[in-house]
């Protein structure tokens, strides 16, 4: 439908709130029709110019040294039907400059007669493609229309994560590839997989094999079993690495460790009576026999050196979570020296800040009103998850069916989008949690996760000045059809207008 020049303006200075200049757009609009912007996250500066780039096929230039970064465009080329040749008018240029100001993460996109990408490293050249992607359409076209713009950009935060509980109910290798696409499109850089946990065991260990044998074969209540190889996780670890993602693994200790115990009984003390397999979603009830320290800490040592030979992550979370034991501390700080002497950093869960530590160990702060200041006073980096912004096992609307333990009213997109991090000083950054008690599908699954973590993704990435809750919803609102591209069933979030309208899928 044409929309009357003046309605036409008016929409598009409605999108001022989005960080777009109102008059230059206009401008546009009128002379050229010019294509719209919507990016998310929102890039730190991002200026657009009247008038459009067209055109059909693409001359590629790519830097030698950003594989990752050529494999995604090419992706995106390939999905558009764009073809590349060295006689086309337009050039594509991928380049590595020694910018300091754009960091490790940071990028440029200069779209003008060319479209020019650069970046310090291939991670940086990844986010550029990625912005592109959002600049053109989600389907293949004859010609393509390109918003002339210019984009400085750095992300806020180095961690800009999703925990899955792939232990309560299993996801499946090819899931966790979607995913990991999914992320990339939104520039998430730590996948955090909850690997174990009273449920299940889903990790193969060579020197264990009734971990999966038997903690492997159970799930919650109506959930999935089943396990990951170790060549499956290689696999996914560099599927994840090629797509600018980290895997991160936590092995849940000293607490939620049924599956553990029912497989191998010894790591229980003798008066425990239940050692078989769990599947309701109780917490808090299990515990290694910790007055059993030479068979507790052989065990932790033994998988810990199996994980991690698989997962290069700088950081291994260790758990810590929901435990009350008096060996508790002591058994923190022990399995923390551990890691640490292993060459990587722990994380913990925020209870763990009662252990003796060393200042560099990770705190995830999950309870919002935790007294986590002193933890802070002695310098431990926090990776943030406060439940009742972050957890997004809870429904996107009060009433939605599944946990709600945390915030009765649900944890709707716009309450993850309010979430200030500002006031956490040693924040390195933001995690959204998706556990599976009561998440037991991919669909449920693509439902919890999404549009949410296009939320979490503003947060982590964007400056504080540049985030609006009226802006995101403008520009998430129009990336639907990318959502669509990408055959997520996400949650038709009426706050982006999409309650009202069948999605594509
Ligand atoms: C708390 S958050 C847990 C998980 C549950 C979750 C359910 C945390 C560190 N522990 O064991 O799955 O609540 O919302």
Request: hydrophobic content about 45%; charged content about 20%.
């Amino acid at each position: 439908m044409k929309l009357p020049f003046k309605l036409e303006v008016l929409l598009v200075c409605l999108a001022a709130a989005a960080g777009i200049g109102c008059d230059k757009r206009a401008t546009a609009v009128a002379e050229t029709e010019a294509p719209p912007a919507h990016i998310v996250p929102i890039p730190q500066s991002m200026e657009i110019a009247a008038g459009a780039l067209r055109f059909s096929a693409l001359r590629v230039d790519a830097a030698a040294a950003a594989p990752n970064a050529e494999r995604a465009l090419e992706e995106v080329l390939t999905t558009l039907n764009i073809s590349t040749k060295d006689t086309a008018a337009t050039p594509i240029q991928l380049q590595l400059v020694d910018d300091p100001a754009l960091g490790e993460e940071g990028y440029r996109l200069v779209v003008g007669d060319a479209i020019q990408l650069s970046a310090r490293t291939d991670a940086g050249l990844l986010y550029a493609v990625q912005s592109l992607r959002q600049l053109l359409p989600a389907h293949s076209q004859a010609e393509y229309n390109l918003a002339q713009v210019t984009i400085n950009d750095v992300p806020a935060y180095r961690w800009r994560g999703i925990s899955l509980d792939v232990a309560r109910s299993f996801l499946s290798v090819d899931y966790l590839e979607k995913h990991i696409d999914r992320m990339a499109m939104f520039k998430l850089n730590r996948l955090h997989l909850h690997l174990t946990d009273d449920q299940g065991w889903r990790i193969e260990i060579k020197r264990y094999p009734k971990l999966t044998e038997i903690g492997g074969a159970s799930a919650v209540k109506d959930g999935r079993a089943g396990y990951y190889t170790q060549e499956e996780l290689k696999h996914l670890v560099a599927y994840a690495q090629a797509r600018g993602v980290t895997i991160v693994p936590e092995i849940d200790m000293p607490g939620h460790v049924q599956a553990a115990l029912a497989s191998y009984n010894e790591l229980a003390c003798k008066d425990v009576s239940n050692l078989s397999v769990y599947s309701g979603v109780e917490v808090g009830f299990s515990v290694f026999c910790l007055e059993k320290p030479e068979v507790v800490y052989l065990f932790v040592r033994n998988v810990l050196e199996e994980v991690i030979a698989i997962f290069p992550s700088a950081e291994i979370h260790i758990g810590g979570d929901e435990i009350k034991h008096p060996l508790y501390a002591d058994f923190v700080g022990r399995t923390a020296a551990m890691v640490d002497a292993m060459g990587r950093t722990p994380i913990v869960w925020e209870e763990g800040s009662v252990a003796e530590m060393k200042p560099n160990v990770l705190l995830q702060l999950w309870n919002d009103g935790y007294a986590i200041d002193a933890a802070v006073a002695k310098g431990h980096p926090l990776i943030l998850s406060p439940c009742s912004y972050l957890y997004i096992d809870h429904g996107n609307y009060a009433g939605q069916p599944g946990a709600d333990w945390c915030r009765g009213e649900g944890v709707p997109l716009k309450r993850v989008y309010e979430f200030n991090p500002a006031p956490f000083k040693t924040a390195v950054g933001i995690e959204a949690a998706l556990w599976t008690e009561f998440v037991h599908t991919d669909a449920s699954a693509d439902d919890h996760l999404w549009p949410r973590l296009a939320a979490v993704s503003e947060l982590a990435w964007s400056p504080a000045g540049q985030r609006s809750y009226a802006g995101f919803v403008q520009r998430m609102g129009a990336l639907r059809p990318q959502l669509d591209a990408l055959d997520i069933h996400y949650y038709a979030e009426p706050d982006l207008g999409w309650a009202d309208a069948e999605p594509a899928h």
